[in-house]
C-alpha cells in the first residue's frame, strides 16, 4: 500500500522512538492516523501542546536542553510564521537538534483559501542560517527523512504534502544524502522541481518530448544547504534551466538557483515557474488554483516552447 | 560559598550595583534601571545558597537550570558570575568589547543556559527543562526569572497554562514587579493586574513579596525543592527599577538610561561604599 510521505515518516520516526526513548514528539493538536499509534505506544514520548506555536519551539527548546532529539509536528503554513522568531533564536541561532515537520506544503489544503496555504515557508526558513530544508516527492523518501533528521544533529525543517503521490524511488537504496536526484538526463534542458512539482516535471517532459524537446528532470529535495556543485554539474550544454516549485516565485528554489548562477557567473538561461506574488482564494481544487498561477501542464509547456523558441 | 548573613548580603548587592554601574558608563550600553531591581533576587539566588552550581564543573548534571528571561537585567548576573568563579572578573571590564565575552544579553557565557534577549522564551524553555527532569527522574530544579512588562507576551501565557497543566512543581518562575516596561509604568501602558490571580487561574502556586527583602525572598525559596504542592510556583516579588539611584529610581523612562560622566559622581555616592 502506497501510504502518504507523512505517514511514511511517522511510521519510520516510531520505530525509531520505540529504540531510543530521547526522541519526544510534540503535536500542537495536529493528527494523523499513523500518530495514533506513536501516541499509544510512546505515550510518555508525546505532547500535546495545545494550539500554541511559540510555546511548542520554546519547550521543544528545554527538552533539547536536557538532551532530547525533539520533533515538533504542525501543519505548514503555522509553524515557520507563528512562531519565527522562536525558530530564528532557538534553531537557527542556538542550533539545537529539534526537526520541525509539517503537512500541506504549497496548495495542500487547496480549498481552505490563503490562511492554510504554506507558500512563503522556504523563503522565511532560507532565510536562517544553519537550517536544513527537506521538501519530499514520495513516501520513500518520507521516511528516509525521519532517519536522517535522527541520525544528524542540528535544526531541519521538513516539509510534506498532504496527498498520496505515486512512488518515484520505490525499491531504490538511496540514502538522500547528496540533495538531489537526477532523475531523467536530458538534452535540450533541464528541470529542478521541489516537492509534489517533481511529478508535474514529468507530465511536462512528456509533452515536451513530443515536440522533440528532450528535457531533463532533477528533484531537489534538500533546499538548504543546497549541492550548488553537483547542481551545476547536471545543466545540459544547452545551458537551459526551468524551475518548477509549489509556493511563491519570491523567494523560492528559482530564486535561490538564480542566485547560485549569478553568483558563479554561469552562462545559463533560467525560466522560473511558481506561484505569482499573489494570494488566491478561488475554490475548484488544486488544479484549479494551479491553472490561475500558469503552473498546469498545458500551461507550463506552452510557455517553456515558446521560451525554446528563441534558441 | 553560602552567605546568609543579611548585612553580607547586602554588602553583595551593593558590590553588584556599583560595578553594574561602572560597567555600563564604560561600555555606553546595558540596562542598569533593570538590573537594578532584580540585584536583590540575583544575590539571594546565587550567593544565598538557593541554586545548585558547581563552577569546577560547569555543566554538571545535578545544577539547577536558571534562565535569565528577563533578558534586560542580564548585566546584573555578570558580576556575580564573575566574584563566584564561573569566568575571570577581568571579563567585567571588557563588557562589549570585542575581546570580551560579556554583551548586553547573555549568549555562550559561562553560568548562564542558552541565549536570552527576546523577551517571552524563557518560562517556555524553562518548561521544557522541567518536564525533561520529570521524564528523567532528575531532581534538578528550573528558576526562571522574568520580567513584568515581559509578561505582556502571549507565548508567557502559553508557558504558564502547559506548566500548570503538567503540574510542573519543579518550576519556579520569579517576576521582577518593577511596574515599568520601556516607555511607561505598566499600569498606565496596559494593565497587568491581577497579577496573581491571573498566574493562579493558570493553575500556579503564587507568592507575592518585597524583592528588595533578603527574608522574603528566603522565606519565598523555603522547602522549594520538597513542595507538597503538584503546581509551579509563581513568585511576585515587587520591587523598584533603579533601585539605589534617585534619578533612575521609579523613572518610566529610565530603562534606558546609562548615567551621563556628570550623573556618574552622583550615582556613586549615591550607590555608598
Redo the contacts between chains.
Keep these: 500500500m502506497n501510504l502518504s510521505m507523512r505517514d511514511a515518516f511517522l511510521d519510520e520516526l516510531y520505530n525509531i522512538a520505540r529504540e531510543d526513548r530521547r526522541v519526544i514528539l510534540i503535536s500542537n493538536d495536529f493528527g494523523a492516523p499513523s500518530l495514533d499509534k506513536f501516541r499509544e505506544d510512546c505515550a510518555?514520548q508525546f505532547?500535546h501542546?495545545?494550539i500554541?506555536e511559540?510555546?511548542m519551539?520554546?519547550?521543544?527548546?528545554?527538552?533539547?536542553?536536557?538532551?532530547?532529539i525533539v520533533y515538533m509536528y504542525s501543519i505548514a503554513p503555522f509553524l515557520p510564521l507563528r512562531c519565527y522568531?522562536?525558530l530564528r533564536?532557538?534553531l537557527a541561532?542556538?542550533r539545537y537538534h529539534i526537526t520541525g515537520v509539517v503537512v500541506g506544503a504549497g496548495y495542500s489544503y487547496d480549498l481552505s483559501g490563503p490562511t492554510h496555504h504554506a507558500l512563503e515557508d522556504i523563503a522565511v526558513m532560507n532565510a536562517l542560517p544553519g537550517m536544513t530544508i527537506l521538501n519530499a516527492s514520495d513516501s520513500v523518501m518520507g521516511a528516509a527523512f525521519a532517519r536522517m533528521t535522527y541520525e544528524n544533529p542540528g535544526p531541519k525543517y521538513v516539509r510534506f504534502d498532504r496527498e498520496i503521490f505515486p512512488p518515484i524511488y520505490n525499491g531504490q537504496k538511496d540514502a538522500f544524502s547528496d540533495g538531489l536526484t537526477i532523475l531523467k538526463k536530458g538534452h535540450d534542458l533541464t528541470i529542478i522541481a521541489t516537492g509534489i512539482m517533481v511529478h508535474q516535471a514529468f507530465k511536462v517532459a512528456d509533452e515536451l518530448a513530443r515536440h522533440s524537446i528532450d528535457a531533463g528532470i532533477i528533484d531537489l529535495y534538500r533546499i538548504k544547504p543546497l549541492n550548488k556543485e553537483l547542481l551545476l554539474s547536471t545543466i545540459p550544454e544547452s545551458r537551459r534551466i526551468l524551475t518548477m516549485e509549489e509556493n511563491f516565485i519570491n523567494g523560492g528554489i528559482g530564486s535561490i538557483i538564480s542566485a547560485l548562477v549569478a553568483d558563479r557567473g554561469e552562462n545559463i538561461k533560467l525560466r522560473r515557474f511558481g506561484v505569482p506574488d499573489e494570494y488566491f482564494s478561488q475554490g475548484g481544487g488544486r488544479e484549479q488554483l494551479h491553472l490561475l498561477c500558469g503552473l498546469d501542464v498545458a500551461s507550463i509547456t506552452k510557455t517553456t516552447l515558446s521560451w525554446l523558441g528563441g534558441k | 560559598m553560602t552567605i546568609t548573613k543579611t548585612d553580607e548580603l547586602q554588602k553583595k548587592a551593593r558590590r553588584v550595583r556599583q560595578e553594574v554601574l561602572e560597567m555600563c558608563v564604560r561600555a555606553g550600553e546595558g540596562r542598569v534601571a533593570s538590573a537594578f531591581s532584580c540585584t536583590e533576587i540575583l544575590v539571594a539566588l546565587f550567593y544565598g545558597g538557593i541554586l545548585r552550581f558547581d563552577t569546577n564543573n560547569l555543566q554538571w548534571e545535578g545544577r539547577d537550570?536558571f534562565i535569565m528571561s528577563k533578558s534586560p537585567g542580564t548585566v546584573g548576573l555578570y558580576p556575580i558570575l564573575s566574584d563566584l568563579g564561573f569566568f575571570p572578573e577581568i571579563e567585567l571590564e571588557k563588557f562589549c568589547q570585542c575581546d570580551g565575552i560579556l554583551g548586553p544579553y547573555g549568549d555562550n557565557i559561562p553560568g548562564i543556559?542558552?541565549?536570552w534577549?527576546?523577551l517571552?522564551?524563557?518560562?517556555?524553555?524553562?518548561?521544557?527543562?522541567?518536564?525533561?527532569?520529570k521524564?528523567?527522574k532528575?531532581k534538578y530544579v528550573?528558576v526562571v526569572l522574568l520580567g513584568d512588562g515581559e509578561c505582556y507576551e502571549?507565548?508567557i501565557w502559553?508557558?504558564a497554562?502547559?506548566a500548570g497543566h503538567h503540574e510542573l512543581n519543579n518550576l519556579v518562575g520569579i517576576i521582577d514587579r518593577n511596574w515599568i516596561c520601556t516607555i511607561d509604568f505598566t499600569e498606565n501602558a496596559l494593565k497587568l493586574n491581577p497579577l496573581e490571580s491571573k498566574w493562579q487561574s493558570f493553575g500556579w502556586d503564587v507568592i507575592t513579596i518585597d524583592g528588595h527583602s533578603f527574608d522574603e525572598i528566603f522565606a519565598a525559596f523555603k522547602g522549594f525543592r520538597t513542595r507538597k504542592s503538584h503546581k509551579p510556583l509563581m513568585i511576585i516579588a515587587s520591587t523598584v527599577k533603579g533601585k539605589g539611584i534617585s534619578f533612575l529610581e521609579n523613572n518610566p523612562m529610565g530603562h534606558v538610561i546609562i548615567p551621563s560622566r556628570e550623573q556618574l559622581e552622583k550615582a556613586r555616592e549615591e550607590l555608598g561604599n
Excluded: C, P, W, Y
Excluded at chain 2, 517571552?120 to 527532569?133: D, F, S, T
Design positions: 510518555s505532547i501542546i495545545g500554541a511559540q510555546n519551539v520554546n519547550v521543544a527548546t528545554g527538552l533539547a536542553l536536557a538532551g532530547k522568531e522562536q533564536v532557538h541561532f542556538k | 537550570r543556559e542558552a541565549v534577549g527576546s517571552g522564551h524563557g518560562l517556555g524553555v524553562g518548561a521544557g527543562l522541567a518536564l525533561a527532569a521524564m528523567d532528575k528550573t502571549g507565548s502559553e508557558a497554562m502547559f
